[in-house]
């Protein structure tokens, strides 16, 4: 740390094996002249992908503008109707066959960032197209030390034939940094946080990691003399935003560690350490640790597959047994249509989850996280019945630096490209680019 009246954006709380970005804080260096309160905060996107498409009836909000009426799908977001936009009317034609056959669940993972025809094989002549993330990432993830964050709860699997002849690397990967290069994500939330709190990034080695975890210490024991340094440089307010911010890493750690415990009591069990038993709790420690991710600027960008498009997980805990993917063909049968809308209901709450931790998290500019961010919210699929790709379910969280009109239900008539929408957000994030996949213009009413 410098010993000047302000902080780097960059400081890090140091020790054996780790290193802590901070949070936004008061004292932190101002931007470009500016005071503290007036600094610029960074934008951040994200794009988080549930499978298998929707209850079409019950996601639909009635009504358009402000004055929406939300759907029984979408009611755990009620709280946080200012903030999140539901944008009906748009599509994603490359997902579907246009003279390749089957494969729509391949297609709509691989598609749903890249608005690209993917090439159909189940060899490794694979063929997609540079996603939206990865061009964000391709210039914003040169200010942060993780260029792009990418996240899922499903194993990955990179190799072999998957859907209808399309390889698996396709239904398993959001992002692609080039035509033929995924970027796999992470599923195991230890590795996650030691991507954002271990040492290696910051000139530390794998011996001093392995160190701390052989010392079974928490990551906070060992830059508790850091973090008490800086303690004495601060003020009460923003003395009171570091010790949250820790309470916050220290909660989400515990609850990795009670998962690898949970992993290991259990016999027979494959899946790596930290990754929890439950669904749930895999979902939302993944969340945390993306929050934590933007509130200490370690990325600007990241994606979360919650799951495949083609998966069976079954939903017990909310009193639906059957695969996901089984009941998705549903046939118009009603008790089949009301346990997919309970699974649509799951996911929604753990959006929601995600997005509140947002809006209470404070950002450098004394705004919220989620003022600054555009989270996209959405399936490659409509109605999994039918298999369109057409008048996809997509929300459009945040406040985008106060570039967004959130608090609305905006339909779009026409056939217009997801992509278009994407490019809007490229527009807001600071890159230029002409074209993305399908793309034919941009979102203006956003």
């Known amino acids: 740390m410098n010993n000047k009246g302000y902080l780097s954006r960059r400081t890090f709380l140091r020790g054996i094996g780790s290193a802590i970005a901070l949070p936004a804080l008061e004292c932190m260096t101002p931007i470009y002249g500016a005071s503290a309160k007036e600094a610029a905060a960074p934008l951040r996107m994200a794009f988080v992908y549930s499978p298998n498409g929707k209850n079409m009836e019950r996601w639909l909000p009635k009504g358009v503008g402000r004055d929406y009426e939300l759907s029984p799908t979408l009611l755990p977001m009620k709280d946080l109707k200012p903030h999140f936009q539901v944008l009906s009317g748009l599509d994603h034609d490359k997902a579907a066959a246009n003279g ?49 964050l990418e996240l899922s709860c499903d194993q990955p699997r990179q190799s072999g034939g998957c859907d209808s002849g399309y390889a698996c690397a396709y239904q398993y990967n959001l992002s692609w940094k080039t035509e033929n290069l995924p970027m796999a994500p992470e599923t195991d939330p230890r590795l996650v946080f030691e991507r954002l709190f271990g040492a290696r990034h910051f000139g530390g080695s794998e011996e001093s990691r392995e160190q701390r975890a052989a010392m079974k210490k928490s990551v906070l024991d060992f830059v508790l003399d850091d973090a008490k340094r800086l303690q004495n440089r601060l003020g009460a307010t923003d003395r009171r935003k570091l010790d949250e911010y820790l309470t916050a890493v220290r909660e989400t750690e515990i609850r990795i560690q009670r998962s690898e415990e949970q992993a290991a009591r ?44 083609g998966s069976n997980r079954s939903f017990s805990d909310i009193g639906v047994p059957n695969g996901h993917h089984e009941l998705s063909h549903h046939q118009g049968k009603p ?40 989270i996209v ?34 339909r779009y008539e026409g056939a217009i490209p997801l992509t278009n929408l994407y490019l809007s957000m490229l527009d807001r994030m600071g890159v230029k680019a002409e074209r993305l996949g399908d793309s034919d213009g941009r979102v203006a009413d956003i």
């Not at 699929?381 to 608090?407: C, K, S």
């Open 335 to 374: 008790d089949v249509l009301d346990k997919i809308g309970k699974i649509d209901h799951f996911y929604i709450e753990q959006f929601a989850y995600f997005i509140d931790k947002l809006r209470n998290t404070k950002d450098i500019d004394g705004k919220s996280v989620l003022d600054n961010s555009m």
């Open 266 to 309: 259990m016999a027979g069990q494959t899946a790596p350490s930290g990754i929890p038993a439950d669904y749930k709790s895999h979902i939302r420690v993944l969340y945390d640790l993306m929050a934590l991710a933007f509130e200490t600027d370690s990325t600007r960008i990241s994606t979360f597959m919650m799951a495949h498009d």
């Open 377 to 410: 919210y959405g399936c490659g699929i409509g109605d999994g019945n039918r298999h369109n790709h057409t008048d996809l379910p997509v929300i459009l969280a945040g406040h985008g630096g106060g570039t967004l009109q959130p608090g609305r239900h905006v």
């Open 100 to 148: 390749d056959g089957g494969g729509d669940h391949a297609r709509a993972n691989s598609t749903f960032l890249t608005g690209v025809q993917i090439k159909k094989t189940a060899g490794a002549d694979i063929r997609v197209g540079v996603s939206v993330d990865q061009l964000a990432a391709a210039k914003v993830g040169l200010e942060t030390y993780l260029p792009s």
